[in-house]
């Protein structure tokens, strides 16, 4: 499977954006799905994640429910929605898929096997 991200940009503190991740060569049906973020100097850090059935999703503390992670399994694609975007937020995030069976490690980048290649994100002050 072959990912691609996209919907990144320069923001102001406070605004929104939505993130794509398209998916070709599979369906994303088959896959768990994740989102992680790495800003500069940083280590790759998870963000969300979402099962397989589309009924369970998950996210990182710092969220603290200002995004949202969805997917179109007719559009073969999943989106992690933002809004009220912080500056810390600044990095770029990439979505990843993953063909094994996760069960509690969602946040563990190793049970990822395809990724995308990451769209940036800036937030202004």
């Known amino acids: 499977v072959q990912l691609q991200a996209s919907g990144g940009g320069l923001v102001q503190e406070g605004g929104s954006l939505r993130l794509s991740c398209a998916s070709s060569?599979?369906?994303?049906?088959?896959?768990?799905l994740g989102w992680f973020r790495q800003a500069p100097g940083k280590e790759r850090e998870f963000v969300a994640h979402?099962?397989?059935?589309?009924?369970?999703?998950y996210y990182a503390d710092f969220v603290e429910g200002r995004f949202t992670i969805a997917k179109d399994n007719a559009k073969n694609t999943v989106y992690l929605q933002m809004s009220s975007l912080k500056p810390e937020d600044t990095a770029v995030y990439y979505c990843?898929?993953?063909?094994?069976?996760?069960?509690?490690?969602?946040?563990?980048?190793?049970?990822?096997?395809?990724w995308g290649q990451g769209t940036l994100v800036t937030v202004s002050s």
């Open positions: 060569g599979a369906t994303i049906s088959s896959f768990a």
């Open positions: 979402i099962r397989r059935s589309g009924g369970h999703t």
């Open positions: 990843a898929a993953s063909s094994y069976v996760i069960m509690s490690a969602i946040r563990d980048l190793r049970q990822y096997n395809h």
